[in-house]
């Protein structure tokens, strides 16, 4: 079994920058999974910010490009985001996620909180 546990998420005002982290524990982790970035904004679904494959090509929210960057440590098997120049609209429970085949694997999330 994998599990995800998200860090990281506070209250920050507009402008700020806030590093997200997500650790994986298993012993079936491998560089293979794809990790992902999720956010949920209130009253809305949760939606793709951020992913990369194990081989570091990464994929972005057009929300967030030049603002947010994903990265990874398959050898720490952790994933982090970092989110610089921060919004109001980017509030929102942010979910780790992993994905490998049939294995689709979710944290149970951080909240991120920016003030104007």
């Known amino acids: 079994q994998v599990q995800l546990a998200e860090s990281g998420g506070g209250l920050v005002q507009a402008g700020g920058s806030l590093r997200l982290s997500c650790a994986a524990s298993?012993?079936?982790?491998?560089?293979?999974?794809?990790m992902g970035w999720y956010r949920q904004a209130p009253g809305k679904e949760r939606a793709l910010v951020a992913q990369?494959?194990?081989?570091?090509?990464?994929n972005y929210a057009d929300s967030v490009k030049g603002r947010f960057t994903i990265s990874r440590d398959n050898a720490k098997k952790a994933v982090y985001l970092q989110m610089n120049s921060l919004k109001p609209e980017d509030t929102g429970v942010y979910s780790c996620?992993?994905?490998?085949?049939?294995?689709?694997?979710w944290g149970k999330g951080t909240l991120v909180t920016v003030s104007s």
């Open positions: 298993g012993s079936i982790f491998s560089f293979n999974f794809i």
């Open positions: 990369i494959s194990g081989g570091g090509a990464t």
């Open positions: 996620n992993a994905r490998y085949y049939t294995m689709n694997i």
